[in-house]
Structures are given as structure tokens and as C-alpha cells.
């Protein structure tokens, strides 16, 4: 099976996450798209949120043909991708999905050339980021019906820091999930 992997903080999950993972589905050769909420992060932030209050809202996203794979929180990985890679199932091809934002900083990941030969990656556009520079190895999503978007956790945190309402911008539950656990304020 040929798996999308969309990694991150997930701090919180929000529609654009859903956006990508169902256009990933929707016109590429992918034919599942894993979440896979990161357990370690470089640098460290102070205002992620708990590993399983991040799975918890992870857990809130139910798209069709979609899951969380805990991985890198199960074998407590560092978040460095290529580190991930020996714990991958080998039965199934992988393709590493990201947003055109990262692209500007992608030649500081750990590895990124050994990580770009053993893995392909899918580079989704980001409204306002443009698709460069593109590395070998890379691909850009592209369709006349794609919908790209401006949300990120960083506004979500924003807002809720706000007091404004997230509700509309989040999966069902994640802003019920936010305001019970006193996260982000």
C-alpha cells in the first residue's frame, strides 16, 4: 500500500491538516494518509502541548482512509524523520507529505539529503509559500481543484490566547478538548 505520512506537532490539529491529508487522497497515488504526532521536537517548544493531549486531538480526526500512527511517540524518536524510517512496516511505499512553508528551511533537517534519496516527498502548497526551492526527490501536489489555505496551529493557539472562537477551524471535539484542559491560554 502506498502510505502519505504527514508528520508534526499537531499543536492542534486543525482543518488544513484534514485538507491535505483528504487532497493527498484525493490526487495523488496515496492511497492511505498516516498523522503521525511527533514525541520530541528540535528545538524544544515551550508551548506544545502534552504527547497525549496532542494523540488525544490527533484522535478527534476522522476522515476515511486516514489513521494515527504512534511511532514516533512510541519509540520516544528525537523528531529528526530519518530516524523514523527503520520503524516504518516494510510492506508498504512511503511518501512524506509537507507544506511549501517548510521548504525555505528543509536544508536544516537532519540528514535531508540521505532522507530525500530514501524517501520521496509530496510538497503540498501553502497559500502564500511559494513551492521553492524543490529538491530532487520532491514532488508538488498539484490539480485544478486543489484548495490551498492560510490556517496554521500557530493562529489556533493565537485565537484561543484571544478568547476567540475555534470551533469552525478545528476537527469536532478539539476545541471542547482545548478549553476543558486549560491548553494554550
Not at 530519518?82 to 528551511?105: A, T
Request: net charge positive; hydrophobic share 35%; with cysteine.
Amino acid at each position: 500500500m502506498k502510505i502519505g505520512l504527514l508528520g508534526g506537532t499537531f499543536n492542534p490539529p486543525h482543518i488544513g491538516h484534514i485538507l491535505i491529508a483528504q487532497q493527498i487522497l484525493d490526487f495523488t497515488d496515496c492511497e492511505e494518509v498516516w498523522f503521525l504526532p511527533n514525541y520530541g521536537q528540535h528545538p524544544p517548544k515551550s508551548d506544545v502541548a502534552s504527547v497525549k493531549d496532542r494523540v488525544s486531538m490527533v484522535g478527534m480526526i476522522h476522515v476515511p482512509k486516514t489513521r494515527i500512527s504512534t511511532l514516533e511517540i512510541d519509540n520516544k524518536l528525537d523528531g529528526k524523520t530519518i530516524h523514523l524510517l527503520p520503524y516504518l512496516p516494510k510492506e508498504h511505499e512511503y511518501r512524506f507529505i509537507i507544506g511549501s512553508d517548510w521548504l525555505p528551511k528543509f536544508s536544516v533537517w537532519g540528514n535531508y539529503k540521505e532522507l530525500l534519496e530514501k524517501l520521496p516527498f509530496l510538497v503540498f502548497p501553502r497559500y502564500g509559500h511559494p513551492v521553492e526551492p524543490l529538491f530532487e526527490h520532491m514532488s508538488v501536489v498539484t490539480h485544478p481543484a486543489l484548495i490551498s489555505f492560510d490556517i496554521s496551529c500557530t493562529k489556533i493557539r493565537d485565537r484561543v490566547k484571544r478568547g476567540l472562537p475555534i470551533d469552525h477551524f478545528v476537527p469536532p471535539g478539539v476545541g471542547k478538548y482545548i478549553k476543558e484542559h486549560g491548553l494554550y491560554r
